[in-house]
């Protein structure tokens, strides 16, 4: 427990005392909520499908989310290249407890960004359909930070410096976010897009959101928790076997 | 060969293959409980690959060791238990204080809460660094840096400490003030020191040992005067360089070791 605790308050000291990060990953969603919801607003409640803000909050949430649980996963590259590694991993802790506990670390960085960025839809004009779900959408928002902070550290475990990382953003990252249904609802996608789009695990993060934060969604509230459990499990485990295979 | 119990490291042909290069060539070595054993060698000679091997870092491709009679292959957790590191590169978090430096340390190591806290309190003093306790560890020094890495080493009282080249970036006075320390644990606490150098004085001052390793062979151990007496010499230098064939700052490093060396550099 000691071990994952301190592993957990670091990168929360970590987050709190960078600055240019907070302030720079709001940036983006910011910028989506406002040119995207006002510029796309018109043309999409024209179509019959209601407010265009209100569709997209929980979309920009989880956008937020998974960027910063990605980072917090990454940040291991950096803790190989500064040296800071080698620390944990002559400890006698478990690699998995130190994959635990950074992990919940990452998580719950992510979970508070998308908690910021739920705040700002709500002075842009989004409403929430019951403000008692609220608190269950964060079982939602923790599950899609584990996800993202687990697919990070894999990824980082087998990169050895950044230049790999935007190779995984422009080819992994963005296609799972722009498939997964947050700015554009599943059930007007054509049937192939669909298929692709049940196939992205972000997608039930998504449509977990989108049911208890508006009231609509496309895949099922059981599914969507069934699925983002099942992939949280699998990537922790293949994060902690890779992550337990570092040598330096 | 004496009872296992009483070495604190032993080591039986071990070597370290990366790719077709030999890094580490079938090395033997022990190191008896309670002694300073100091590893001199030029760049690229294999001593950090040796420690990350002994401290569970780096699996050999083969021999035998022991480290507090556990095998850093087998029985990681135990092995980990027994050391303290002080690595060659940089090791710290940048981001943290010094305080939280040696506090996130100890909670790894299970050190229990009031004693981590009279611990850290007596550390920092002694490197003289308790005023800065609060400071984030990026705006010190590289020798402030260096400093607290030795005290982080010393946090949980481990029975073997690793140090390479533990006094790179210090000068004299603290190389000495940390030296009189470590051999001050040594004597009254029993403390195991291995040691990485390219200094010869110092090997010389302070080692009971010496093992002169050269491109991943050990060419002669034992104690310095051993050592002279073998290569018929008056100082370690000659004898170094009777025994190798060339001074320890080789003009000839390697390339590749020569941009090591300068990357780290850089990074302090
Ligand atoms: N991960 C690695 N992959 C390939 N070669 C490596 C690796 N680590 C070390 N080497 C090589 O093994 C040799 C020994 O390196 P090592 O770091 O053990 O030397 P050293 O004695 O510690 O040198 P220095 O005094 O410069 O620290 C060097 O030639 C180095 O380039
Ligand atoms: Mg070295």
């Known amino acids: 427990m000691g071990a994952i605790y301190i592993l957990w308050l670091r990168q929360l000291k970590r987050y709190f005392r960078s600055k240019a990060r907070i302030v720079g990953s709001l940036g983006q969603p910011l910028l989506f909520l406002l040119a995207l919801g006002y510029g796309f607003g018109p043309i999409f409640e024209k179509a019959g499908q209601g407010s265009y803000i209100q569709f997209l909050a929980p979309g920009i949430v989880a956008m937020s989310i998974i960027f910063t649980a990605l980072f917090s996963g990454i940040e291991i590259i950096w803790d190989k290249q500064f040296g800071f590694l080698k620390e944990t991993l002559v400890a006698p802790v478990s690699r998995l407890k130190i994959m635990i506990g950074r992990t919940l670390g990452g998580a719950t960085v992510a979970i508070m960004q998308g908690i910021i960025v739920l705040a700002i839809s709500l002075i842009v004009g989004f409403r929430p359909v019951s403000w008692v779900l609220v608190p269950v959408s964060l079982v939602v928002m923790a599950l899609i930070a584990l996800l993202f902070t687990a697919l990070g550290t894999a990824i980082a475990s087998k990169l050895d410096d950044m230049q790999g990382f935007q190779l995984i953003m422009n080819f992994l990252i963005m296609p799972l976010f722009f498939l997964s249904g947050a700015l554009f609802p599943l059930n007007q996608m054509p049937p192939a897009l669909l298929l692709v789009a049940k196939l992205d695990p972000l997608s039930y993060g998504v449509d977990g959101l989108h049911y208890l934060l508006t009231g609509m969604g496309a895949l099922g509230l059981q599914m969507d928790f069934l699925v983002l459990a099942i992939v949280v499990a699998v990537l922790l485990f293949i994060g902690s076997w890779l992550f337990s295979k570092i040598e330096i | ?268």
Do not use: C
């Open chain 2, 1 to 268: 060969m004496a009872s296992k119990k009483e070495y604190a490291i032993e080591v039986r042909n071990l070597t370290k293959k990366f790719g077709s290069f030999t890094a580490v060539d079938n090395i033997s070595f022990s190191v008896p409980k309670g002694q300073i054993f100091a590893f001199l060698g030029p760049n690229g000679a294999g001593k950090t690959t040796t420690i990350k091997i002994l401290t569970t870092l780096l699996k050999p491709t083969s021999g035998v060791m022991a480290v507090n009679n556990f095998d850093p292959v087998k029985n990681k957790n135990e092995v980990r238990e027994s050391f303290g590191i002080v690595f060659q590169d940089p090791s710290l978090d940048d981001e943290l204080t010094a305080y939280e430096n040696l506090e996130f340390h100890g909670v790894l190591y299970r050190v229990p809460k009031k004693i981590l806290k009279a611990k850290i309190e007596e550390l920092l003093k002694f490197i003289e660094l308790w005023d800065r306790r609060n400071d984030l560890v990026k705006h010190f020094s590289g020798g402030m840096k260096r400093r607290l890495e030795i005290a982080r080493g010393l946090i949980h009282r481990p029975e073997i400490l690793f140090l390479d080249e533990p006094t790179l970036g210090l000068d004299p006075q603290t190389r000495n003030h940390i030296w009189s320390y470590i051999k001050n644990l040594n004597k009254k606490h029993g403390l195991t020191v291995f040691f990485t150098t390219h200094y010869m004085e110092e090997a010389d001052r302070v080692a009971d040992k010496i093992a002169i390793i050269d491109h991943g062979k050990i060419i002669a151990q034992g104690k310095s005067s051993d050592l002279k007496k073998k290569a018929r010499k008056k100082s370690l230098e000659e004898a170094f360089l009777k025994l190798t064939g060339h001074k320890i700052r080789d003009e000839d490093a390697g390339s590749k070791d020569l941009m090591r060396m300068n990357r780290r550099l850089w990074r302090r």
